[in-house]
C-alpha cells in the first residue's frame, strides 16, 4: 500500500513544486528545478524497492544516457517553438527523443565513456539554446490545470514501474527521463509567455539535467557498496550540488536572477515554492 502511494504522490508533488517556482521565480529557475530527477529519481527508488538492486542498477545505466534524449528533446523543442505553435514543437520535440533514445540504445559503452557522453551532449544542448531576452510572466495555472498536470505525472511513474518487468532494466531507465514534466511545462509556457518564456525553461532544464545525471553516476557507483537509503540520500545531496553548480554556470554574471536570488540556495526555494498544503 505504501509502495502504491509512493507512486502516486511522490511525482505530482515535485510537478507542483516546479510549477509554483516557476510563479516565483521565472522561467529558467523552474527549468533547472525540472531538471532535477523529478520522476526519473522515485522511479529508481521504486524500481530497486521492487526489482532489487540489480534492476535498478541496469536501469539507472539506461536513465543516465537517456538524459541525453531528454536534452535533445529541449533542444528541438526550443529550436521549433519560435516558428510553429506548441502541438507541432511537441511533436517535433518528442520525434527527437525517441530517435536518440534508439539509437543511444544500440550503444554499448563503460559507465566512464557514458558518463563523458552525457556532459558532452548536455553542455551542448544547454549552450545551443539561446538565452531570453527578457523575463517573461508567466500566469499562475489555475486549481484543474495544476491537478491534471499532477495526475499525469504520478500515472507516468506508475506505468514505468508496472511495465518495468517486461520491458526490462534498460528500457525502463531510457523511460524514466521521458520528458513528461517538461513537455507540459513548455508548451504552457509558449502558450502564456511566448518564445523567450521557453528558451528561459528548456535552458533551465538542460542545465539542470546536469544534477539528474550525477544522481543516477552515485546510484550506479554506490550500489551494493552502502545501504540503499544512503546510497539515494548521497545521490540526492550530489545532484543538488551539481545543480548549484549548474545554476552558476548558466548565469555566471547573474543577470537572469530575481531580487529573491533563489539561485543562493536551491533547497529554500524548493521549500517555498511549495503550496502550503503540502509542506
Not at 538492486?53 to 523543442?77: E, I, N, P, R, W
Not at 540526492?236 to 531580487?259: K, N
Request: with cysteine; charged share 10%; net charge positive.
Amino acid at each position: 500500500m505504501l509502495l502504491v502511494l509512493a507512486k502516486v504522490l511522490i511525482s505530482p508533488i515535485l510537478l507542483a513544486t516546479s510549477t509554483f517556482a516557476v510563479q516565483r521565480y521565472g522561467a529558467l529557475v523552474g527549468g533547472l528545478l525540472l531538471g532535477l530527477p523529478l520522476v526519473s529519481g522515485p522511479v529508481s527508488i521504486l524500481l530497486f524497492a521492487q526489482y532489487g538492486q540489480h534492476f535498478a542498477v541496469h536501469a539507472a545505466h539506461g536513465t543516465l544516457l537517456g538524459f541525453v534524449a531528454a536534452g535533445a528533446f529541449c533542444c528541438s523543442y526550443s529550436c521549433v517553438s519560435p516558428k510553429r505553435p506548441w502541438w507541432q514543437s511537441l511533436m517535433v520535440a518528442y520525434a527527437a527523443f525517441f530517435a536518440s533514445a534508439a539509437l543511444l540504445s544500440l550503444l554499448h559503452v563503460t559507465f566512464g565513456w557514458a558518463l563523458a557522453l552525457v556532459a558532452v551532449a548536455l553542455a551542448s544542448f544547454a549552450f545551443t539554446i539561446s538565452a531570453p531576452r527578457k523575463t517573461a510572466a508567466i500566469p499562475a495555472p489555475g486549481k484543474r490545470v495544476l491537478a491534471s498536470r499532477m495526475v499525469l505525472a504520478g500515472s507516468m511513474v506508475l506505468l514505468i514501474t508496472s511495465v518495468a518487468r517486461f520491458l526490462g532494466p534498460e528500457a525502463s531507465g531510457f523511460l524514466a527521463p521521458l520528458p513528461v514534466l517538461a513537455a507540459i511545462m513548455a508548451a504552457s509556457s509558449q502558450r502564456h509567455g511566448g518564445s523567450d518564456a521557453v528558451q528561459g525553461l528548456l535552458r533551465g532544464a538542460v542545465f539542470g539535467s546536469w544534477g539528474g545525471a550525477a544522481f543516477f553516476a552515485v546510484v550506479i557507483l554506490m550500489a551494493g557498496q552502502v545501504e540503499p537509503a544512503v546510497m539515494y540520500a548521497t545521490a540526492a545531496f550530489v545532484s543538488i550540488a551539481t545543480e548549484l553548480v549548474a545554476m552558476r554556470v548558466q548565469s555566471p554574471d547573474g543577470r537572469e536572477r530575481r531580487p529573491a536570488d533563489p539561485l543562493v540556495n536551491l533547497p529554500a526555494v524548493l521549500v517555498t515554492s511549495m503550496p502550503r498544503s503540502i509542506r
